[in-house]
């Protein structure tokens, strides 16, 4: 079936910058919206950044001016580059993607999560 793997998260300081990853594979004809979400311990899953198929992105005002969302079609990866690292943005990062199976199949595919904590 169809698979969401995040990678890149790891331990950075405040001001610092890391870059996420996010591979889909599989039966895949086409991706849709991809998006990532957060979720920091003891609170609810938010929405971060979301980017369409045809490239139009959208952030939360939290992240704006900071991430940026891209993509590449062609490897069916989603990336989210995160600059000036704030504290308050540690949490366990999910991707999130419109995979299109067949002309009558859309499905939703959550990834795993990979862990960004920024602290000093």
């Known amino acids: 079936q169809v698979q969401l793997v995040e990678s890149g998260g790891g331990l950075v300081q405040p001001g610092g910058s890391l870059r996420l990853s996010c591979a889909a594979s599989g039966s895949i004809f086409w991706i849709n919206a991809m998006r990532w979400y957060r979720q920091a311990p003891g609170k609810e899953r938010e929405f971060v950044a979301d980017i369409t198929g045809g490239g139009i992105t959208n952030y939360a005002d939290s992240v704006k001016g900071r991430f940026t969302i891209s993509r590449d079609n062609a490897a069916n990866t989603m990336y989210l580059q995160m600059n000036s690292l704030k504290p308050e943005d540690t949490a366990v990062y999910y991707c999130?993607?419109?995979?299109?199976?067949?002309?009558?199949?859309?499905?939703?595919?959550w990834g795993q999560g990979t862990l960004v904590t920024v602290s000093s």
């Open positions: 999130n993607s419109d995979v299109v199976l067949t002309t009558r199949s859309t499905i939703v595919v």
